[in-house]
């Protein structure tokens, strides 16, 4: 009986000692989603968000974990006032009606712990698409200021612009494909 007690007592005790998830807040000084999007296939046009926010869930023993990033349109920088200027405005981004582009997905295919894979769907525009973003880069350390562990990614993916109903410039021969590419830093909450 004794054996029994102290075997459910070992048990109940290694439970306990499995690691929980992790919640980080996005840094936001150092978390900037950039994009690439044709120009009549001459160029592209470069830029990115200036202001973003989010949430990342992470256990990596177990290998799952998920992620929300609010993105401020009105942040858009394609290092010309003029272009920022037409993209929130009513013929684009409209941010008066839709001031935020929202991402959610789920942290997958892990390897050694780390994610290699997002799996979602990203709101703009009113619109929800699923839209999957490849994990290039992702590393934990402590932070040597705040002494809580720190993650970093990178990481990229592509969508089509019109399927969120932003078709400026298809009938003069754009592609509708945009390239984005998101680097982030999210510090650990406790």
């Not at 799996?119 to 619109?127: D, E, P, V």
């Not at 970093?152 to 003069?172: E, V």
Request: proline share 5%; charged share 15%; glycine share 8%.
């Amino acid at each position: 009986m004794h054996t029994q007690t102290l075997l459910l007592a070992l048990a109940a005790a290694s439970v306990g000692a499995i690691a929980e998830p992790v919640s980080y807040t996005m840094d936001p000084a150092h978390t900037y989603p950039s994009f690439e999007a044709d120009h009549m296939g001459m160029s592209y046009w470069r830029g990115k968000m200036n202001q973003s926010s989010g949430q990342v869930v992470l256990d990596r023993q177990t290998g799952t974990g998920t992620l929300e990033v609010a993105i401020d349109l009105a942040s858009i920088d394609f290092g010309l006032p003029a272009m920022n200027a037409w993209a929130i405005g009513n013929n684009f981004f409209n941010v008066e009606k839709s001031p935020q582009a929202i991402y959610k997905g789920t942290l997958e295919k892990f390897v050694d712990g780390s994610p290699t894979l997002v799996s979602g769907a990203l709101t703009l525009n009113g619109r929800t698409q699923p839209v999957n973003l490849s994990i290039n880069r992702f590393k934990c350390m402590p932070h040597p200021v705040l002494k809580r562990e720190f993650c970093g990614a990178d990481a990229s993916g592509s969508f089509q612009r019109d399927a969120f109903g932003l078709d400026a410039g298809k009938a003069y021969g754009f592609n509708m494909e945009v390239a984005l590419r998101i680097q982030v830093e999210a510090v650990a909450n406790k």
